[in-house]
């Protein structure tokens, strides 16, 4: 295997979309970023709060990962490389590993070179403006990681299991919105039962309305259940900056999840693969 | 005699179509073995088998004599190296890249003879070049160096002189034929060019619609479709004296006609035929090259005498 992974990281190391897809999530931070300071400079006032989340632009390592895993596993399918080691008795659990590993290692570079952007742009400016840079907890910027690597399992399968060109693509992006939306749709349920809310102009007081959407019972426990698994990205989480925490309890569901749709992406993913007619 | 590759009642169906039909050849150790048929005969489909690339539906191989079955085949796959339909060449990489990546797949660690590789299909001057820009030719020639990687004992090529000029096409028919000669490796090779593969088989399998119709050896072959005469005559036994007396060599078909090889003179033929009381009912010229014997074959359905 170790033979098969030199031979992806030979073929990556030297192809510019590999280096341009590894800088992309830190390069667009850094624009955000800058764009932000723009935003308060043409405030015009001193102390101008204008937040800035950099985590939010942690859902761009899903996508860059989903672009190289892509291009790694559909240029090894169509320029023969598949055929050239299977024909010489390289075992295929090998070849579908050394995918996934060379896919995994992208994806903790790419995180490490977010953290590290982040950890350079928060020296540089939040020390003199504390209340605009909101910086990620440790256990978001840990948690993103793992769900990286997970989804780089599941993009990896999918990629090996579609023949069509771009058609992984298509699906491996459709199946992280597809998580995202599925936590939206729980959170939209599980809202405070008087959530809503008006002004009463005459009064002055606020004045609550009964939340339609509000669930109870096994629907709300089935809903929490599954909200506590799909993958926390920081846009998810609630608007008040004070409750942009993540509760140890969830931290470790959300940790055990990402181990079992791991590793269930990659036996399903080598089972497949053992099976796959070549052409 | 040792066999290097044996396939036993092999079938691959997709679906319904059956592709592969009950194939049973052996190809022995040291042969340039041929494989003829049409476009979509299943020549390339009875490659992907064996290469590992896709299962059969029914019916085994053995390789060196593993079965497909056994969990050593891999290993046994070590020693085999395949150009199947089009060369699996990584676009952005240069020739020796490529050929170096294959190294690594074998788990070789000397890169030392990778030069001598490129000059021997005629790449020695592709320098930096990268895969994606070669001509049809090059990219042929680097598969087949692929191929060849690792000084494997048995080679499978799938139309290897595919879009190679006349020169690339004597280029690669001499280092085939040298490295069968010099190395004993044997080769299975399918090619639509009749008249190329039948100056390098050692020994023949003519394919139609999935079946096997015939194998025979090349020398089998050249008797069949050497200049000969087709006799058709009221008494073969009075005639067989005659060819004797003559020093012609023939054959008794089972259809009663009687083949004759070799340079005929026809004037004398009758005129000692005559002597012998003996009728010549039909006398057909045959002349068949190997393109005319396999569509006369596949005609037939199999079993051409």
């Known amino acids: ?279 | 005699m040792e066999y290097v590759l044996t396939t036993e009642s092999l079938c691959k169906k997709y679906g319904k179509n059956k592709i592969l039909n009950d194939i049973n050849i052996k190809i022995p150790k040291g042969s340039i073995y041929g494989l003829v048929g049409k476009n979509g005969a299943g020549k390339t489909t009875l490659m992907r088998v064996i290469t590992g690339l896709q299962a059969p539906s029914s019916g085994t191989y053995t390789l060196s004599g593993v079965k497909n079955t056994d969990m050593k085949i891999n290993r046994v796959r070590r020693r085999m190296g395949a150009l199947v339909e089009t060369p699996g060449l990584y676009k952005n990489l240069s020739a020796y890249d490529n050929i170096k990546l294959q190294y690594i797949n074998l788990g070789l660690t000397s890169f030392d003879d990778i030069p001598e590789l490129l000059k021997l299909v005629a790449l020695e001057d592709a320098g930096k070049k990268k895969a994606g820009k070669f001509s049809l030719g090059m990219r042929q020639r680097l598969g087949v160096a692929l191929a060849m990687c690792g000084n494997p004992d048995i080679l499978v090529l799938d139309e290897p002189i595919n879009g190679l000029d006349p020169q690339g096409i004597i280029e690669i028919r001499e280092m085939l034929l040298n490295i069968n000669k010099q190395k004993s490796t044997s080769i299975l090779i399918s090619s639509h060019i009749l008249d190329e593969l039948s100056r390098l088989a050692t020994d023949y399998a003519f394919i139609d619609n999935g079946r096997i119709l015939q194998t025979l050896s090349a020398e089998a072959l050249a008797r069949k479709t050497s200049k000969a005469a087709k006799l058709v005559v009221n008494d073969n036994k009075a005639m067989s004296r005659v060819l004797d007396r003559m020093g012609l060599r023939y054959e008794v078909a089972s259809d009663g006609s009687i083949d004759v090889f070799g340079d005929i003179n026809v004037s004398s033929l009758v005129h000692e035929a005559d002597k012998e009381n003996v009728e010549i009912l039909k006398l057909l010229e045959n002349d068949e090259t190997l393109e005319a014997y396999f569509m006369n074959l596949v005609g037939k359905g199999g079993d051409q005498e």
């Open chain 1, 1 to 279: 295997m170790i033979a098969q992974i030199r031979t992806l990281l030979y073929r990556v190391v030297r192809s510019k979309s590999t280096w341009i897809l590894l800088i992309a999530p830190a390069l667009i931070l850094t624009l955000g970023f800058l764009l932000r300071l723009f935003e308060i400079s043409m405030a015009g006032y001193e102390n101008a709060i204008i937040p800035f989340y950099p985590a939010e632009y942690a859902i761009l390592l899903f996508f860059a990962s989903a672009v190289f895993t892509h291009i790694i596993v559909s240029t090894e399918k169509s320029d023969g490389g598949w055929r050239n080691k299977i024909s010489i008795g390289v075992k295929r659990i090998y070849i579908y590993m050394a995918s996934w590993i060379v896919s995994a290692l992208f994806a903790l570079l790419s995180t490490s070179l977010f953290v590290l952007t982040d950890y350079i742009l928060r020296t540089i400016w939040g020390n003199s403006h504390t209340k605009n840079y909101i910086a990620p907890e440790n256990k978001f910027i840990v948690l993103t990681l793992v769900w990286v690597l997970a989804f780089s399992a599941l993009y990896t399968l999918i990629n090996v299991y579609f023949s069509m060109k771009i058609f992984g693509l298509v699906v491996s992006l459709l199946a992280f919105w597809g998580f995202i939306g599925i936590r939206s749709l729980c959170q939209a349920r599980l809202d405070e039962p008087y959530k809503k809310f008006f002004v009463n102009e005459e009064t002055g007081l606020e004045e609550y309305e009964e939340n339609p959407y509000y669930v109870t019972g096994n629907v709300r426990k089935a809903l929490v259940y599954i909200s506590e698994r799909v993958p926390i990205v920081y846009n998810d989480m609630t608007d008040d900056t004070s409750d942009r925490k993540i509760s140890k309890h969830v931290d470790k569901i959300q940790k055990e999840t990402a181990i079992v749709f791991l590793l269930t992406s990659t036996v399903i993913g080598i089972v497949s693969f053992e099976r796959k007619e070549i052409t």
